[in-house]
């Protein structure tokens, strides 16, 4: 009885907060409106749930409607690849760094000093490295789609566009949306390479070895499928960031204030679905 308690009060703080973070929440004031106040949460939640499915079915459907905008897919593709690589790299460098560091005293009290090549190289090719590479980009990449669609939605520059026979689906939300798809990726073996690197150098500094025997070591025991898998997840994480990051921003209300709350909720909930798919 305690843990369905517990569980039904875990449900309804994250509910609270999925409906808050979307913005679109406005509570009613008063110890006297807090049913009143979970109501409007609820159907603020599956409100918000349900305009996002019919915008991921026009995406999709844009998606594979010609006109290709492929000059815009590769504008976005340098936008949030190439300009989230050095954060991306740094990041991955640091965890490599710490881990190698953290895991060099454990290892070394349990006689196990021979398997930390092994430890830093699954670590963040199996999950390490795809955590920071989502965490990264769905917060410089997610905030970034919401505050500029939403700085267009308040300006009417997507209403103009719409009035000129140009599809906002397509021309400003797919190609957002398959260039977060496929730099996520490609950001995540940039992390792993990054961390991998940074790990032998911090495990060189306490005790040499060299690059050759430090990667032997650490692939030895990998199949392939041990990096493919969660390579591609990446991908997954790129599409719940673009999908999510085009929503909060063409449903922008408010002026100025509302691309505010467009870019820190796509950021937030972007980092929560992420984190509800992991």
């Known amino acids: 009885?305690?843990?369905?308690?517990?569980?039904?009060?875990?449900?309804?703080?994250?509910?609270?907060?999925?409906?808050?973070?979307?913005?679109s929440l406005q509570p009613p004031a008063g110890a006297s409106a807090i049913p009143s106040a979970f109501r409007a949460m609820l159907i603020s939640f599956f409100e918000w749930f349900g305009a996002m499915g019919i915008f991921c079915k026009r995406v999709a459907r844009a998606a594979f409607t010609p006109p290709f905008e492929f000059r815009e897919i590769l504008h976005h593709?340098?936008?949030?690849?190439?300009k989230s690589l050095p954060l991306v790299a740094l990041a991955g460098a640091a965890?490599?760094?710490?881990?190698?560091?953290q895991t060099r005293d454990s290892l070394t009290r349990f006689g196990a000093k021979g398997v930390l090549p092994a430890v830093i190289v699954f670590s963040l090719i199996k999950e390490t490295g795809p955590i920071i590479t989502g965490l990264i980009?769905?917060?410089?990449?997610?905030?970034?789609i919401g505050a500029e669609l939403g700085s267009m939605k308040v300006t009417e520059q997507i209403d103009a566009m719409e009035a000129s026979a140009v599809d906002p689906y397509n021309y400003l939300a797919a190609t957002r949306v398959i260039?977060?798809?496929c730099m996520l990726p490609l950001l995540a073996l940039a992390a792993d390479f990054s961390g991998i690197?940074?790990?032998?150098?911090?495990?060189?500094?306490?005790?040499?070895?060299?690059?050759?025997l430090f990667i032997h070591n650490g692939f030895q025991h990998m199949d392939f499928k041990d990096f493919l898998l969660p390579t591609f997840r990446t991908a997954v994480f790129g599409l719940i960031i673009g999908l999510i990051g085009c929503f909060q921003g063409m449903s922008t209300r408010g002026g100025t204030e509302g691309v505010g709350r467009s870019a820190t909720s796509a950021g937030v909930l972007s980092m929560c679905c992420w984190c509800a798919s992991f």
Not at 77 to 82: L, R, V
Not at 137 to 144: D, E, H, I, L
Not at 197 to 212: C, H, I, K
């Open 1 to 23: 009885m305690q843990g369905s308690e517990m569980l039904q009060e875990l449900s309804i703080v994250v509910i609270a907060a999925a409906a808050a973070a979307s913005g």
């Open 179 to 181: 260039a977060c798809l």
């Open 197 to 212: 690197l940074m790990g032998w150098v911090a495990t060189s500094l306490a005790q040499p070895v060299s690059l050759r």
């Open 137 to 144: 980009v769905s917060g410089r990449v997610g905030a970034g």
């Open 95 to 101: 965890t490599g760094v710490v881990m190698s560091l």
């Open 77 to 82: 593709m340098d936008s949030i690849g190439a």
